[in-house]
Nanobody, 126 residues
Framework: QVQLVESGGGLVQAGDSLRLSCAAS????????MGWFRQAPGKEREFVAS???????YYADSVKGRFTISRDNAKNTVYLQMNSLKPEDTAVYFC????????????????????WGQGTQVTVSS
């Protein structure tokens, strides 16, 4: 059974940093793109960042220059380093992976992903 488990969320102040982790189990995703999404209260889930199997990255305009996605294929884990956090970054953050290795290189739509984590809450106070 495939599982994606996010961790690293929390309550921080504006300007602080957080590093989210997403550990995958049940299969290896070393040849798959991986992505991060977020959902703020009362809003639809939105794309944040993706990373191709070879390490190429793609970001939503709202986080470009502040967030960095990375991966460690040996650990089957993807990360999201979030710097200069803003109150508008408050959301539940989800990692996701497609079932097929050929999806990508930078999938940014929910329908392109098949596996989802349960999410981790990030709250940024002003």
């Amino acid at each position: 059974q495939v599982q994606l488990v996010e961790s690293g969320g929390g309550l921080v102040q504006a300007g602080d940093s957080l590093r989210l982790s997403c550990a995958a189990s049940g299969r290896t995703f070393s040849k798959h793109a991986m992505g991060w999404f977020r959902q703020a209260p009362g809003k639809e889930r939105e794309f944040v960042a993706s990373i191709s199997w070879s390490g190429g990255t793609y970001y939503a305009d709202s986080v470009k220059g502040r967030f960095t996605i990375s991966r460690d294929n040996a650990k089957n884990t993807v990360y999201l380093q979030m710097n200069s956090l803003k109150p508008e970054d408050t959301a539940v953050y989800f990692c996701a992976a497609p079932a097929l290795a050929g999806i990508g290189p930078h999938p940014q739509y929910e329908y392109e992903y098949d596996y989802w984590g349960q999410g981790t809450q990030v709250t940024v106070s002003s």
